[in-house]
């Protein structure tokens, strides 16, 4: 399958309490059956009686880290996306806690390449999609300070040394 067709048909759950926000996701995922909640409740609700190939989860507003343990626990993908939340804690937490990546929602639009590299690694049999925090990492060094990473050093090197892909599964990427 294609990385262009990998998205067609994928069930995803979009969660913001901001409406504007879940009809540009369900607008660049239109290959996608994009069913949305404007509250943890409806969320919960939907996570326990429904199926996901993915989740798209805001942090504040919605309670995302408990919607996140949610995905986490029924093996549903998560991707955090935020503006008010965006912080290194959060960050660390949203991994910490089985999220596949931490996007800003001044990136929303490239929401598709990151559900994509989610979606192929996972068809790969690889448990750490693709290079999201590489793709975003100076946009986060910029937002955050440099050197922010240094409030948290054990795992960040844990994470580089978990997280990095073997040559093998890049080529099986390819």
Same mark, same amino acid.
């Given at each position: 399958?294609?990385?262009?067709?990998?998205?067609?048909?994928?069930?995803?759950?979009?969660?913001?309490?901001?409406?504007?926000?879940?009809?540009?996701?369900?607008?660049?995922?239109?290959?996608?059956?994009?069913?949305?909640?404007?509250?943890?409740?409806?969320?919960?609700?939907?996570?326990?009686?429904?199926?996901?190939?993915?989740?798209?989860?805001?942090?504040?507003?919605?309670?995302?880290?408990?919607?996140?343990? =949610?995905?986490?626990?029924?093996? =549903?993908?998560?991707?955090?996306?935020?503006?008010?939340?965006?912080?290194?804690?959060?960050?660390?937490?949203?991994?910490?806690?089985?999220?596949?990546?931490?996007?800003?929602?001044?990136? =929303?639009?490239? =929401?598709?390449?990151?559900?994509?590299?989610?979606?192929?690694?996972?068809?790969?049999?690889?448990?750490?999609?693709?290079?999201?925090?590489?793709?975003?990492?100076?946009?986060?060094?910029?937002?955050?300070?440099?050197?922010?990473?240094?409030?948290?050093?054990?795992?960040?090197?844990?994470?580089?040394?978990?997280?990095?892909?073997?040559?093998?599964?890049?080529?099986?990427?390819?």
């Amino acid at each position: 399958m294609g990385s262009n067709e990998i998205l067609k048909g994928k069930k995803i759950l979009a969660v913001d309490d901001e409406q504007d926000i879940l009809d540009t996701l369900q607008e660049i995922l239109s290959e996608c059956n994009v069913q949305t909640a404007t509250s943890f409740e409806s969320a919960k609700e939907l996570l326990e009686t429904e199926a996901y190939d993915a989740a798209i989860l805001d942090i504040m507003g919605v309670r995302g880290f408990d919607l996140l343990e =949610i995905s986490t626990d029924k093996k =549903i993908p998560a991707l955090m996306l935020t503006a008010h939340g965006l912080n290194p804690d959060n960050l660390v937490g949203s991994i910490k806690i089985g999220a596949k990546s931490y996007i800003p929602k001044d990136k =929303i639009s490239d =929401i598709d390449i990151f559900l994509k590299e989610v979606f192929l690694a996972q068809e790969k049999g690889i448990e750490r999609p693709g290079n999201w925090f590489s793709n975003l990492g100076s946009y986060f060094d910029n937002r955050f300070g440099h050197g922010w990473k240094n409030n948290d050093k054990k795992f960040w090197a844990e994470y580089d040394k978990t997280f990095e892909v073997s040559k093998e599964e890049l080529q099986g990427l390819l």
